[in-house]
């Protein structure tokens, strides 16, 4: 079967002709052709077969929340945990395999731990609260049923407060360690297509000024901008100064869908540090897009 | 001119025709006839004419901000402050009125301040954090251009987060003090018709489980109650076990508009204490049905 | 198991308690004791199991498409064709049963039709086009996809042009003709929860004017308004005047959702006739509410 | 004051620099350096604006309704009716003017008058029967307050039915004539965004089949695709196969928004003709894109 059959394509561009022709395979190494495997499979499918692919020699990039809290599998943000591959050493060596499997993080989690590496980076986090306001495509296709979300919110998904809480730590912490602050959220469906937005408060170890802040986001660029990664956006972090940005459907395609963009960075009365809005594409920085960056990324230091 | 023609009725429910009959009269003291005046003026044309009216000897019952603050004017959410309507003594005395302005909340802090109300008393509060998710209807109308929300979140409402941040503090306080903990909003508006939707972050004095803030809101009754008052809801707070309630379109009419329901009580790793969502109607428990809840409880004090 | 924990409530009312603990039973008429039978199965499974129900001396109203167009099938709309509930007559005769089966109409052709019977009476039809926008709720739970319907219209819904073209000439004609006049539809899904609106042109066979047509709609009134069945609306078509009713959310709640709101009824300048909008909740008087005033109506002719 | 100050710049795409820094000028031909003006006015302001700028030698392509039927003004879709262009002559000679004042067709006509082409010029029309759903952008901003489109169909759009039904026949008429069939249109507003989707039931003079109108609109090409005008689509009409297409937000942006995207052609048992759905860029086809179209035309033909 090809794949323009296989799909029911929902994008707002039209599905490209040599794409629809591809060949759909069995998700069997032994009858792969590839040097990278992108995996969105569902978590309880992900188990297994994207260690038989590692075993067999392929990089696999996972979008499956399955292993992503795995002690020797790195959670990359690329900008935020570039260091982080060096985790591939230590997990080719134990589990001995030439190939690797990295993990890109939970949609929300991407959006929140790219804004927050600045500040971390510059002041130090003591206290993160966060509340989110999710687009429906997060919850795939047909996911979020039109009479769920005409005229409501969903103050409910699944497992992602929990995820955004554990992985937060992990892409920001050391190697092998968790960031070490304390980070709470709450997460929402909203009706919007595409772009998540997030209500962010936070404590810094040191103390930071609106301005600082702003200025350390502005200014803030990684690895995969030095490189000149294909995929990395010039600038990770856009930060606006108009009073209502960001907007999910005016931002959600800054960068090609890989900037994250900030506005209303303000005092906070609770933490007497800063609160302030990002946004960021959900599907692209939050899923497809960040794991091109982590290939790309892996491709830049050798691991592929 | 008669009401009928005046206004552009958008609501769900077809405009009755004996009020549709009634006729517009010039907001002069002098020309109207009744009891008690509520004000829905724009908060720059409510100086200087509610007191007018006040002093009149009119029971003046305001949905305009502009007086909210007035060390001498009360800022009612009957079930969160019933005893702060002795203010009225301290007016009329300080004023030489015969009359009273008394004010309703912010629609946002309406349903905040008497969503925290039974853990203030029960536990004491440090601090508060809120985002919430509010619906078009709140900026009247015409309003929030479609435009602008349709696939969209826009993360800014002008003047709200302070008013919150201010009004809960003086509705949970003693009469005439601040509540004294440290509260923070942001505040977004969302693709609803009706309904505010409020991620609640808090820490409170004395330790909380989640079982316990249930509980004292579950059981949660005032005066209002107690004095069977026309427009007080049987449970002011509605908390639903679901894990994905409140949302705005199912649970924005319970109690005749007047209830806020909540949902999703957990524990908060960040303050280790407890977050939850809340939902209330912004247009009745958020300003007409609390501005009729409070001249009924003016009524039931003798104050009118 | 009991009825509250097999449905996944999706209303805007809550689940009444006593509802919530009936029994689900199986669709079997030995272990059923009903003197009715409403039925609202896949047309797949309606097949078979509708027939045994009857057979077996139940009235079954059944709500699926599967025997509308059986020629000893009544398909009602009580107000446009209440005589045909003597095909209950002919049907227990050939059948030989003591039970009765009779259906309702698809939600579009409901609106449709019960708009056009005062028309069809009055002048004759000879040409009808309908173009609908429906509502998501048509399409059942979960249904349509919020990514397909937010910032989107849906023009295709499977089968349904089919069923308005045919079963509005059944309910119009007499008992087992069709009512023959040409007619066309084109049905498309829009971001409305519920309430079908159809954009409605028509060609008389005797000349009508617009005030005519209007006149005619606003004085219909039918046997379940003269027997004052309960479920019966006082005025079974509303023609509102203002420019631009009806409206799906201010609208589709009159007469409880079983009247039909008509509006902008004007010349049409292709048939010479008359062109209007009406509306209709589709899961009211397009579905179950219908499907209870057609047990009302059998039972007041003694068919129950 | 410069152009992004005086503009609320609402579009997915960020406003460019170079632009948003132009100065904004006066409406006073005396004033303005430019070969082309592009009049965007009210139609109360057009009237005498434009001509102003005429008379002074300007080419001025508008957007407003003023002119759009004066005898002597092109009313022009250049794919429709690109020989209307020599009505420029006459006007030039009747008004005595070196500029010249040619307008472009309301949004919902350039969509229909397009999609009609091929068919009229193959086949003939007799009768045309035209219902819309209409995108939010056709009325401006804020335009369409989200309070009355939310969960919500608006049946009514001021004057626009009758500009579809004349300028339609302006369009496909010979220079000075009208085209002589009968239309009827019903005009409704949804909750889209971007993009009219108009259901569209047509009689020919000659016998026509569904495969024969696919056929017409799909190899159908006009002056500004021979002449490869640079806003040109390569297709004007894009026939889609799907039975569910097109929909506005996955069709809108063919062809840089200058495509109209047709769907579900098929036989109409009405007019013994057929129906379709066809789909147009509001704010491009149906008017900026449209008018740099009819301004390409014109320098073509020595116009400019």
Redesign the interface.
């Known amino acids: 079967m090809r794949f323009g059959e296989a799909t029911n394509w929902?994008?707002?561009t039209?599905l490209n002709e040599q794409i629809a022709g591809m060949a759909i395979q069995p998700s069997n190494p032994t009858e792969i052709d590839a040097d990278i495997v992108f995996s969105a499979l569902p978590a309880d499918q992900a188990v297994g077969t994207e260690e038989a692919f590692a075993e067999a020699g392929f990089t696999v990039v996972s979008n499956a929340s399955a292993h992503r809290m795995d002690a020797d599998v790195p959670l990359m943000n690329p900008e935020a945990n570039f260091n982080h591959l060096k985790l591939i050493d230590e997990q080719r060596h134990k589990r001995k395999w030439d190939g690797a499997l990295v993990t890109n993080p939970n949609c929300t989690t991407a959006v929140l731990s790219l804004s927050l590496k600045p500040i971390f980076d510059t002041f130090g986090l003591k206290?993160?609260?966060m509340?989110s306001?999710q687009a429906?495509?997060g919850a795939g296709?047909?996911?979020?049923?039109?009479?769920?979300?005409?005229?409501?919110?969903?103050?409910?998904i699944k497992d992602e407060e929990e995820k955004v809480?554990r992985e937060t730590q992990k892409i920001l912490g050391d190697v092998g360690h968790s960031a070490g602050f304390?980070?709470?959220a709450?997460c929402?469906r909203?009706?919007?297509?595409d772009g998540h937005?997030e209500?962010i408060?936070i404590q810094t170890v040191r103390p930071s000024t609106s301005e600082q802040v702003v200025d350390c986001m502005a200014e803030f660029a990684a690895e995969p901008q030095k490189l000149k990664l294909p995929s990395a956006p010039t600038r990770p972090i856009i930060v606006r100064s108009e009073?209502?940005?960001?907007?999910?459907?005016?931002d959600r395609?800054?960068g090609r869908g890989m900037s994250v963009v900030v506005?209303?960075v303000r005092k906070?009365?609770?933490?007497d540090g800063v609160?302030y809005?990002a946004l960021g594409h959900n599907t692209v920085r939050g899923a497809a897009g960040c794991a091109v960056l982590i290939a790309e990324s892996m491709k830049s230091q050798g691991y592929i």
């Open positions: 929902r994008m707002e039209q206290n993160v609260v509340s306001m429906a495509s296709y047909p996911g979020v049923a039109s009479l769920d979300i005409i005229d409501n919110v969903i103050p409910f809480q304390n980070i709470s709450s929402h909203v009706a919007v297509i937005t209500a408060f009073q209502d940005r960001p907007q999910p459907r005016f395609n800054e506005g209303r906070d009365p609770v933490f609160k809005v």
